[in-house]
């Protein structure tokens, strides 16, 4: 079984950055995606952006040119760095991966991500 953790997370006025960070485990890694997605209260949880096992990335539009998908595959690890951080990208942010399938199998538990004004 895949475990997710994901940390980082916090409170971050306007402008600043953050970095989020997912750990994988329980499993030997190869030929993984990654992705990151959000959940912003009362919204439905939205795809932000990922990256394949080839290093492919994807990105959703608001956050291309701020946000930067990356991972380290000897630690099993991947980043979400953010950066020019506004309001609306206030959310609970999760890390998902996914081997050969087409749906994201496996989730983490989730970070919050606030930023204040």
């Known amino acids: 079984q895949v475990q997710l953790v994901e940390s980082g997370g916090g409170l971050v006025q306007a402008g600043g950055s953050l970095r989020l960070s997912c750990a994988a485990s329980?499993?030997?890694?190869?030929?993984?995606?990654m992705a990151w997605f959000r959940q912003a209260p009362g919204k439905d949880r939205e795809f932000v952006a990922a990256?394949?096992?080839?290093?492919?990335?994807s990105y959703l539009d608001s956050v291309k040119g701020r946000f930067t998908i990356s991972r380290d595959g000897a630690k099993n690890t991947g980043y979400l760095q953010m950066s020019s951080l506004k309001q609306e990208d206030t959310a609970v942010y999760y890390c998902?991966?996914?081997?050969?399938?087409?749906?994201?199998?496996?989730w983490g538990q989730g970070t919050q991500v606030t930023v204040s004004s």
């Open positions: 329980g499993r030997t890694f190869s030929r993984y995606s």
């Open positions: 990256i394949s096992w080839s290093g492919n990335t």
């Open positions: 998902a991966l996914k081997f050969s399938s087409a749906r994201y199998d496996y």
